[in-house]
């Protein structure tokens, strides 16, 4: 049985940091790209970053040079660091995984129907 666990969301003041983690089990991690969404209250799922079984990353156009994804193989975890957060990074965060079958180490999924699995998501507010 495959399972996600998000942890280390919270309450920040703006401009401060957050360090989200992803706990899989049930899976082969290092066959498996990983992303983190967020989805805040009345507007659509957005993909803040992803990584490729290969380390190759993607990161979303409101989160560059503020965001990075990384993942620990060893513990089976996938981190997004939050730098300098905007009361607009509030949001429930989700981390998700996708295999990257056939060996496709350069996999970087984009798409909400490409990650097979889904944690149930931590929750990152963000004071002004």
């Known amino acids: 049985q495959v399972q996600l666990v998000e942890s280390g969301g919270g309450l920040v003041q703006a401009g401060g940091s957050l360090r989200l983690s992803c706990a899989a089990s049930g899976l082969t991690f290092g066959s498996y790209a990983m992303g983190w969404y967020r989805q805040a209250p009345g507007k659509e799922r957005e993909l803040v970053a992803a990584i490729s079984s290969g380390g190759s990353t993607y990161y979303g156009d409101s989160v560059k040079g503020r965001f990075t994804i990384s993942t620990n193989n060893a513990k089976n975890t996938v981190y997004l660091q939050m730098d300098s957060l905007k009361p607009e990074d509030a949001a429930v965060y989700h981390c998700?995984?996708?295999?990257?079958?056939?060996?496709?180490?350069?996999?970087?999924?984009?798409?909400?129907?490409?990650?097979?699995?889904w944690g149930p998501g931590t929750q990152v507010t963000v004071s002004s």
């Open positions: 998700a995984a996708a295999a990257a079958t056939y060996g496709r180490s350069w996999y970087l999924p984009q798409r909400p129907g490409e990650y097979k699995y």
